[in-house]
């Protein structure tokens, strides 16, 4: 189980793994399946091989694509899942990309029948950081060798510098909530969305917007944000198609000033967007492993950039509220990294 942060070149390590199975090894006919958790990560992959050099013919299976024999196959976990059991038993190689995401149990029942596959390797930047989903995941793959940290990156200059503007929200004294209703007064907190967009507005270069529910939270930010910047905004969520999602991230490779917003669940975990400047966290959340995959969106270097910013907004409700408990965790996490940050506080009306 390789443990190497985003940016760190984990799709070169797993092609490099795919090449030396196929040639070092004497295999020729080595059988390899790549699992990751979306399409878009499929073609992403694909489309790394074919940079790296990769001539032949890669298999991808999820819903509409054609299958056919190849010595790699790119597959999304849930299509894969669906697989004869004579398919599955007919891979020498299987390598979990994100494989934090491996504790899911149809995750767990894809290995498990896959009895005659010896080699075993999976690829995370983050750990969930409790002793169970380490023993869980080594009982997949093997044990984890770590490969080399984020901050050991910023220092080599391999990747981009952070810089983390922890933002708390004052608000008016609120009572207690549940966490759902909490969230719900969040969301629907037109200052604090007035906020999040003009804070956006502000940034130079190219902003990630990251939020965590659709019709509650990322419509209303979209129609807030799409009457200043129009064009300039990228609306990707569950119900995007991948050609749509390939399509954003290629414009904004190429282009300067422009907004992805889009939630945790699309954008939070491998997608490979070079020219990201800034990241909002729009939507508070404690997962470790939630919010250093979103971070890694914005850590990768480009001619002219040499540093990305977060922006974590937090709110404090004059109570014991669990979205101020949550950046507490998220600052551990910080320090734990060595991820220098700020605190900044600001009164909503």
């Not at 037109?190 to 990251?210: A, P, Q």
Request: aromatic content about 8%; overall charge neutral; glycine content about 6%.
């Amino acid at each position: 189980l390789l443990l190497s942060p985003t940016a760190s070149g984990k799709s070169l390590i797993i092609y490099m793994i795919c090449r030396w199975f196929e040639g070092e090894m004497s295999l020729p006919n080595c059988k390899t399946i790549i699992i990751v958790p979306t399409t878009s990560l499929v073609e992403q992959m694909a489309k790394d091989f074919k940079e790296y050099g990769y001539d032949e013919e890669i298999c991808k299976i999820y819903s509409g694509q054609s299958v056919f024999d190849s010595n790699i196959t790119i597959t999304t976990w849930q299509s894969f899942a669906k697989a004869p059991k004579n398919v599955m038993e007919s891979f020498d190689v299987v390598i979990g990309d994100e494989a934090h995401l491996f504790k899911a149990q149809t995750l767990k029942g894809i290995l498990e029948k896959m009895k005659n596959t010896a080699v075993r390797i999976g690829t995370t930047g983050t750990l969930d950081g409790t002793e169970v989903h380490r023993l869980q995941l080594e009982g997949l793959f093997g044990p984890v060798k770590k490969v080399i940290t984020s901050s050991e990156l910023i220092e080599e200059g391999t990747i981009a510098k952070i810089n983390i503007d922890c933002v708390i929200l004052r608000h008016t004294k609120q009572k207690k909530m549940s966490y759902q209703d909490e969230m719900d007064y969040l969301v629907s907190h037109d200052s604090r969305n007035e906020f999040i967009c003009n804070l956006v507005y502000s940034l130079k270069g190219n902003t990630l917007v990251l939020f965590q529910y659709v019709e509650k939270h990322g419509v209303v930010l979209h129609d807030k944000m799409f009457k200043r910047l129009g064009d300039k905004l990228h609306y990707v969520y569950g119900g995007t198609d991948t050609e749509d999602r390939e399509n954003v991230r290629t414009i904004v490779e190429k282009a300067e000033d422009n907004v992805i917003l889009a939630s945790y669940g699309t954008f939070s975990t491998g997608i490979n967007i070079k020219r990201i400047d800034n990241i909002v966290f729009a939507s508070p959340s404690k997962s470790r492993i939630r919010n250093l995959q979103s971070i890694g969106r914005g850590l990768r270097k480009t001619d002219g950039k040499e540093s990305m910013r977060l922006f974590d907004i937090a709110d404090d409700l004059q109570c014991d509220n669990y979205t101020l408990n949550h950046l507490k965790e998220r600052i551990n996490t910080y320090n734990e990294e060595n991820f220098p940050y700020e605190i900044k506080q600001f009164d909503l009306k």
